[in-house]
């Protein structure tokens, strides 16, 4: 709202002015015979006209076209100054204030999408820790637990985790239940759990945990891509923190905070690169 007022005040102050400029050039001649000078006798008129003129139709009272009438009467001077003057309002201040008020609204969506992800962030990693127990039960046999006492062992969490939904008497207090069962559940995993490349582009292939990633903004397009991303240490394997880390972090798009915080780690790596090759340089000395 404070924008579009912003805007409202430009496009009456340049108004305004040209009200001025046609009041003592044009209004000044009113008594002269010419009834198509009426229309700018005082500042107000003055104003209102210039602004049909930018708006609705630059039309006299007698409904001719007001601007070809004032051509005729000053020449040429006046067919160039109309249009540069049309086109300043048309594709300048016009678009100006548009561009305004559309970046207002860019921005505070991007404000209102931030404040949402920051709010629901536990509730979308109950989510995803749930999705990856179920894709851990569904490829267990390609991570080495065949033994059917995981699968058990998921049924009865899974008890737990529903337990603890309707237990719950708040929406803070139920995801941090949640929290510590899907956690508990993870924990009753082999701890030594690692996902390839190979086991993971079978979850990529799981519509449920690809409609996951999509709630979660995770872009999945390049899915080849994804697991390089998430294999920080490209040791070739994931464990389950790590990709629910990784994923954590990739939600949403890129922020300002993403961006200093590469430049400051970057920053550290180098100052930690000098400090060693300084501590080399007087080792071989």
Not at 86 to 102: E, R, Y
Not at 134 to 149: A, H, I, R, Y
Request: some cysteine.
């Amino acid at each position: 709202l404070r924008i579009f007022l912003w805007a409202i005040v430009l496009l009456a102050f340049f108004i305004y002015a040209m009200g001025i400029v046609m009041r003592r050039t044009v209004g000044n001649r009113t008594g002269e015979g010419n009834k198509y000078f009426d229309s700018f006798s005082s500042l107000h008129w003055s104003m209102f006209t210039i602004f049909r003129c930018f708006t609705d139709g630059c039309s006299a009272i007698d409904g001719t076209p007001l601007h070809v009438h004032f051509a005729e009467e000053f020449g040429i001077g006046f067919m160039v100054l109309y249009v540069f003057m049309f086109m300043i309002v048309t594709f300048g201040i016009v678009n100006l204030i548009m561009a305004l008020v559309i970046d207002y609204v860019m921005m505070t969506s991007r404000r209102r999408s931030q404040e949402a992800r920051g709010n629901n962030a536990l509730e979308m990693r109950n989510k995803l820790k749930d999705a990856i127990c179920s894709m851990l039960v569904k490829t267990q046999g390609e991570l080495g637990l065949k033994s059917n006492s995981k699968r058990r062992v998921f049924s009865t969490v899974k008890s737990w985790y529903q337990q603890a939904s309707r237990m719950a008497n708040s929406t803070q207090t139920q995801q941090r239940r949640r929290s510590v069962v899907l956690d508990e559940q993870i924990a009753r995993f082999d701890d030594n759990v690692k996902i390839t490349n190979k086991v993971f582009a079978m979850w990529l292939k799981d519509a449920q945990f690809v409609k996951m990633l999509n709630s979660l903004e995770i872009n999945t397009s390049n899915k080849s891509e994804l697991f390089d991303v998430l294999d920080s240490d490209q040791s070739g394997e994931l464990g389950v923190d790590e990709i629910i880390s990784g994923i954590m972090h990739m939600r949403g798009p890129p922020q300002k905070s993403d961006i200093v915080a590469a430049v400051l780690s970057v920053r550290h790596i180098v100052t930690v690169v000098e400090d060693l090759q300084a501590k080399l340089d007087q080792q071989w000395i």
